[in-house]
């Protein structure tokens, strides 16, 4: 396969992949939404609802329903709010530029907008998602096309535009001072893509790895599994050329992982303890035969060559005793 060819075929599999990792727990979503929609939520007191919307594919045979045809419908409430007054985010995830996104973005905000719609007798209105559409790339050189004129004869021109974020163009610098550390597994992803050599790919994976420890375990404190999980994905998308029918069984993995590493760590423990244990009671029977040794000195009745056969040592041990019991220790 051309490289050309694997790039497109990674990148078409994108979506699967950050999705994955922005829903592993809330704790990974909140810095991502706070960054693409400039708020200031704090995990503590909201609460986060990855919506399961139910979408008509105007693609599909008959334009069936299909649920998740968006790919992230984002609820966000206070966690005490009663009346359920809640924040809706919209994030696309899109591998390439299309310029048909302002019409995919306008369709997919009127559908979900139509399930809260409120009715006058002569009125129908529709609180549309705040949305972002999420790239891997850089900003293009070009103009990117992020808004949509719709005319009417005789009728003023409606407006519709979404905002977009190149994750590539986020520094490294932003990206550590705002705790997103998908962005930059993403980035890291990409600079997979640019190489072949296994190495370089194996080096990659293990700045993934040092990546997760240092944003999911010290900052942003997930579970050992959902830390694991993280990794298995990066091992998957960086060293196993993107399989992703392979993230159906992740979190299996990781928990079997984390399970071995327990049963490694205690089995470890109880090896420690066993090897203390034995080195207690030699240390015990080397102290007490010392100072039998140390009291057959003293008496004064016995030959060095008796006190070595009946303490079983031998000359250089005993000249060790015969120091110490000068020195008075």
Same mark, same amino acid.
């Given at each position: ?137 850089? @900003?293009?050189? $070009?103009?990117?096309?992020?808004? *949509? +004129?719709?005319?009417?004869? !005789? #009728?003023?021109? %409606?407006?519709? =535009? ?110 420690? @303890?066993?090897? $203390?244990?034995?080195?207690?009671? *030699? +240390?015990?029977?080397?102290? !007490? #035969?010392?100072? %039998?040794?140390? =009291? ?34």
């Amino acid at each position: 396969m051309s490289k050309n060819k694997l790039v497109r075929k990674t990148y078409g599999q994108f979506d699967e992949f950050f999705k994955y990792m922005l829903t592993i727990n809330s704790s990974t979503l909140l810095p991502i939404l706070n960054y693409l929609y400039e708020t200031q939520f704090e995990i503590n007191d909201v609460v986060i609802l990855i919506e399961n919307n139910e979408q008509i594919n105007i693609n599909s045979a008959k334009g069936r329903f299909e649920k998740g045809f968006t790919d992230l419908m984002i609820a966000v409430t206070a966690r005490y709010d009663r009346r359920q007054g809640k924040h809706v985010f919209h994030i696309e995830l899109q591998s390439r530029h299309d310029k048909t996104m302002p019409y995919r973005m306008l369709q997919y905000g009127l559908q979900y907008a139509q399930k809260t719609a409120k009715y006058t007798d002569t009125t129908m209105t529709m609180q549309l998602p705040r949305q972002n559409v999420l790239y891997p790339l850089k @900003r293009p050189s $070009g103009k990117n096309i992020d808004c *949509v +004129e719709i005319k009417q004869h !005789g #009728k003023p021109t %409606i407006k519709f =535009n979404f905002e977009s974020v190149y994750v590539d163009d986020i520094s490294d610098e932003e990206i550590k001072r705002k705790h997103l550390g998908l962005f930059a597994l993403f980035k890291l992803f990409n600079r997979s893509l640019e190489t072949e050599d296994k190495l370089m790919r194996k080096a990659i994976l293990e700045i993934a790895y040092e990546t997760i420890d240092e944003n999911y375990t010290k900052i942003i404190k997930l579970t050992e599994v959902e830390v694991e999980s993280m990794k298995q994905v990066m091992h998957v998308m960086i060293d196993s050329s993107a399989d992703i029918s392979k993230f159906k069984h992740i979190r299996k993995e990781a928990e079997r992982i984390v399970a071995e590493r327990h049963r490694a760590a205690a089995e470890g423990r109880a090896e420690g @303890r066993a090897q $203390g244990r034995a080195e207690g009671i *030699v +240390e015990g029977e080397t102290k !007490g #035969k010392t100072q %039998i040794v140390k =009291n057959m000195l003293l008496d004064g009745t016995l030959t060095d060559e008796k006190i070595m056969r009946f303490a079983d040592i031998d000359q250089v041990e005993l000249d060790k005793i015969k120091k110490m019991v000068k020195n008075g220790d």
